[in-house]
């Protein structure tokens, strides 16, 4: 019984001990966390200090930050007197911008020199005034004399030699010798055979991009359509941006390719021939090319024992869509019996490559020989038949 007692006597100890604890745990209020104050009012620009030129004009962006939404008045102080100086949003004159406390409003600061503005450093501050708070931002401008917009072309190498089929590449150095940015806009005058192309790191362009001082390396590439004439043709290059050109003359030297071609006037490859008997054959010997083909040398190659001979058998120059007539002679072999044969012929000159035709050559035998032919073997026959007529009686 007393171990009963003291056993509730340690209960009540327990919930006596833990009540005050619980009772603080679930009764006492929980402290208000601080709220976070509003961002204050801020007036900024990227470039608070800029350098312009003489009688240049400038808009400068600004921006207007608010932690609570409002309306921020905007004015200016120690604007330098002569000057054009206002506010622009949304493509009017503004005095006031509104924030509503989460975005940035932005405005263009205009900024008009005097025409009679000397170079020197000026200073004015833009100030925005809102709901009992207010921000400055100084603004700093140089007025200089700037580098007049100018662009330039420049090669090493304003000639370019290749074969009607080349592609003429010439490298060209573009430069922005201004201090304003450009877009500089790329043209070409050619002769229509040729297509004039610009590459910038292996990019076709038509326009390039320059910041001030800057300079790129281009390639033109002239190309002709079809094969053209040995010569020099002149290119032009222009580059524009802005009120600022430049040309540049390139001259692609075409060197012409010799060429030849060997045929009949008729362009039949065959003919008729008689054993022993020489027989006249006409060739032509042309040169479609663009060059002149110099040294030119025909010959033939025939079957053994027969004779072949050309007229003319060098020709020292044949220009450019000329054309030279070649006699040759062929005798074949007396002793040749009837049949088709080949003779060939072959064209050679300097610089161009070698042409060749065959001709098959269709070889009777004379007719001359025929009757001897009948003839000795008629008397032959009239030997025989004496010497039996004769011998035959006895």
């Known amino acids: 019984m007393r171990k009963g007692y003291v056993f509730v006597g340690l209960l009540i100890v327990i919930s006596l001990l833990l009540t005050p604890a619980t009772l603080f745990a679930q009764g006492a209020p929980t402290p208000a966390a601080n709220p976070t104050p509003p961002a204050p009012l801020s007036i900024f620009t990227t470039f608070p200090a800029q350098v312009i030129g003489l009688n240049e004009n400038v808009s400068i962006p600004l921006k207007v ?17 002569g000057w054009n100086v206002f506010f622009r949003g949304g493509n009017r004159s503004v005095s006031a911008v509104f924030v509503d406390g989460v975005n940035d409003a932005a405005v263009d600061l205009r900024v008009e020199p ?22 400055r931002l100084p603004l700093t401008l140089t007025v200089e004399e700037k580098a007049p917009t100018s662009i330039s072309l420049e090669t090493d190498l304003p000639t370019v030699r290749g074969k009607p089929n080349t592609s003429f590449r010439f490298n060209v150095t573009l430069k922005n010798a201004g201090a304003d940015d450009l877009n500089v806009s790329l043209t070409a005058d050619a002769p229509q055979v040729f297509l004039v192309s610009f590459s910038l790191n292996s990019q076709d362009v038509t326009a390039v991009p320059l910041a001030g001082g800057e300079s790129k390396r281009l390639t033109v590439e002239a190309r002709a359509f079809n094969t053209i004439a040995a010569g020099a043709y002149p290119i032009t290059i222009n580059a524009q941006g802005g009120d600022a050109s430049a040309s540049l003359l390139l001259t692609a030297e075409v060197v012409g390719q010799p060429e030849l071609s060997l045929t009949t006037p008729d362009g039949r490859l065959s003919g008729d021939a008689n054993a022993g008997a020489e027989t006249s054959y006409t060739l032509v010997v042309a040169n ?45 072999n007396e002793k040749a019996i009837n049949g088709d044969y080949v003779v060939s012929f072959t064209a050679r000159a300097d610089d161009a490559s070698a042409k060749s035709i065959e001709m098959r050559i269709t ?19 009239v030997a025989v038949a004496l010497a039996v007529g004769r011998f035959g009686r006895r």
Do not use: C, F, H
């Not at 930050?65 to 007197?81: F, H, I, N, W, Y």
């Open 65 to 81: 930050r608010a932690g609570t939404p409002q309306t921020v008045q905007l004015t200016l102080e120690d604007a330098p007197e």
């Open 114 to 135: 005097a025409a009679t503005a000397a170079g020197g450093v000026y200073n004015l501050t833009v100030v925005a005034t809102g709901e009992g708070e207010s921000s």
């Open 288 to 332: 479609p090319g663009t060059a002149p083909a110099r040294n030119v040398t025909v010959s033939a190659s025939a079957p053994s024992g027969w004779n072949t001979s050309l007229d003319p058998s060098e020709i020292p120059e044949l220009a450019p869509g000329q054309s030279v007539n070649v006699t040759a002679k062929v005798t074949p």
């Open 363 to 381: 070889v009777t035998t004379s007719t001359l020989w025929g009757v001897v032919g009948v003839a000795l073997i008629a008397v032959a026959v």
